[in-house]
T-cell receptor, first 112, second 114 residues
Framework: DAEITQSPRHKITETGRQVTLACHQT?????MFWYRQDLGHGLRLIHY???????NKGEVSDGYSVSRSNTEDLPLTLESAASSQTSVYFC???????????FGEGSRLTVL | AQTVTQSQPEMSVQEAETVTLSCTYD???????LFWYKQPPSRQMILVIR??????QNATENRFSVNFQKAAKSFSLKISDSQLGDTAMYFC???????????FGQGTRLTINP
């Protein structure tokens, strides 16, 4: 069955370190997204991609970057982790049109 | 920019009762889609129900139904005969027609008590 997987599921890091969260989907979806979930804020969009070599900033993109070199993967990089980036991160993908948005299981990141 | 507001941070009801979760949104668009997602303690996000703005008929999925009021920009979720497995965080979401990204509300934590 097609799926979307995130790794690592849990990570603890220190302020200032670079961190990369991986996202891999086997749906062959063109559209991929990264959200962060924080209490009281719901899910907020960090970055998204509509296809290979395409990336776009979401509403909370500062301090994050993504790259899309193939259809299956959209890694999220925190260049210099900050305590404010402690959160649960969700990757998601969808087909075009009104297709359903499928989510990964989330990655809990703690920045000390 | 579109915004989605869920004004009930937490709700709690007894098993078998009916519960309604509120959601309002702000947009100048005429064509769009609305969604309710469920996030149980496992953290997995699950699509519950969706509504196309051009459809006047309210969507239903088994025990889940919506009350879509386009003029009021309101999109509430009704859960009938609630079950313990309905305990979860529920998110309302908006997607403009032609776009692919969803805008989410803050979420409502629903607890079903035995």
């Amino acid at each position: 069955d097609a799926e979307i997987t995130q790794s690592p599921r849990h990570k603890i890091t220190e302020t200032g370190r670079q961190v990369t969260l991986a996202c891999h989907q086997t749906w062959n979806h063109n559209n991929m997204f990264w959200y962060r979930q924080d209490l009281g804020h719901g899910l907020r969009l960090i970055h998204y991609s509509y296809g290979v070599q395409d990336t776009n900033k979401g509403e909370v993109s500062d301090g994050y970057s993504v790259s899309r070199s193939n259809t299956e993967d959209l890694p999220l990089t925190l260049e210099s982790a900050a305590s404010s980036q402690t959160s649960v991160y969700f990757c998601a993908s969808k087909a075009g049109g009104t297709g359903e948005l499928f989510f990964g299981e989330g990655s809990r990141l703690t920045v000390l | 920019a579109q915004t989605v507001t869920q004004s009930q941070p937490e709700m709690s009801v007894q098993e078998a009762e009916t519960v309604t979760l509120s959601c309002t949104y702000d947009t100048s668009e005429n064509n769009y889609y609305l969604f309710w997602y469920k996030q149980p303690p496992s953290r997995q996000m699950i699509l519950v129900i969706r509504q196309e703005a051009y459809k006047q008929q309210n969507a239903t999925e088994n025990r889940f139904s919506v009350n879509f009021q386009k003029a009021a920009k309101s999109f509430s979720l009704k859960i009938s005969d609630s079950q313990l497995g309905d305990t979860a965080m529920y998110f309302c979401a908006f997607m403009r027609q032609g776009a692919q990204k969803l805008v989410f509300g803050q979420g409502t934590r629903l607890t079903i008590n035995p």
